[in-house]
């Protein structure tokens, strides 16, 4: 799925001509801003109807649609599968884990 980390890059990599499409794991309004925000000029998604119902809720807190989410809810490692991550991708991902300002209160994934 997209990531926005990963939106950033391409977008700062192939500069602003050429299009960036985000696609997988973008199910709302919320998930589809926060990639457009990123860079994407493009979104892919099945949940079309679902971006278009949360339109109505945008005008009730419109900040709040763009504020990001605890790093370990997006975080790519809480969706794959450990035993198949090269060594270096695990450390760095428990690495931030560990390090989180945010790890007592939402991240016990490592404990």
């Known amino acids: 799925g997209a990531f926005e980390d990963h939106i950033k890059i391409m977008r700062e990599t192939v500069g602003p001509d050429i299009g960036v499409k985000a696609s997988g794991g973008i199910n709302n309004l919320k998930d ?13 998604t099945s949940a079309g109807v679902a971006i278009v119902e949360g ?45 989180c300002p945010h790890r007592d209160k939402y991240n016990k994934f490592y404990e």
Request: a positive charge; proline letters at 9%.
């Open 55 to 99: 339109v109505s809720m945008l005008k009730f807190a419109p900040k709040a649609w763009l504020e990001p989410e605890i790093p370990c809810h997006i975080c790519p490692v809480r969706s794959a599968n450990m035993s198949k991550l090269p060594k270096g991708v695990y450390a760095y991902y428990k690495k931030k884990c560990l390090d």
């Open 32 to 44: 589809a801003l926060r990639m457009i925000e990123a860079g994407a000029s493009r979104i892919g």
